[in-house]
Nanobody, 124 residues
């Protein structure tokens, strides 16, 4: 029911910024909790941030608190991840995900729909 397409990844120097976008299809987009995950080669997919359908609740993994901001514009069916003060360890493929309910879950298995991912590379 929900299709997701990420964009905005690229190559950036440490300390720089990127803004990722996730464009979603579906009539009930505003009812879905959205999240961002990242996955580096040889590592498991890791939680980054999530946001409730209304945007009223957010939750971040400790390593990005104060640096990344998740937001959404339901009128545009789009979720964003503003990434500031980027570090080389942030290098990964970033995936957008959707879930029927907002629970603040950090587990990939809690999310039902996934985009194809966008590459973020941070150089030192």
């Amino acid at each position: 029911q929900v299709q997701l397409v990420e964009s905005g990844g690229g190559l950036v120097q440490a300390g720089g910024s990127l803004r990722l976008s996730c464009a979603a299809s579906g009539r009930t987009f505003s009812s879905y909790a959205m999240a961002w995950f990242c996955q580096a080669p040889g590592k498991e997919r890791e939680f980054v941030a999530t946001i409730s359908g209304s945007g009223g609740s957010t939750y971040y993994t400790d390593s990005v608190k104060g640096r990344f901001t998740i937001s959404r514009d339901n009128a545009k069916n789009t979720v964003y991840l503003q990434m500031n003060s980027l570090k080389p360890e942030d290098t990964a493929v970033y995936f957008c995900a959707a879930a029927r309910w907002y629970t603040g879950s950090k587990s990939p298995s809690s999310y039902n729909y996934w985009g194809q991912g966008t590459q973020v590379t941070v150089t030192s």
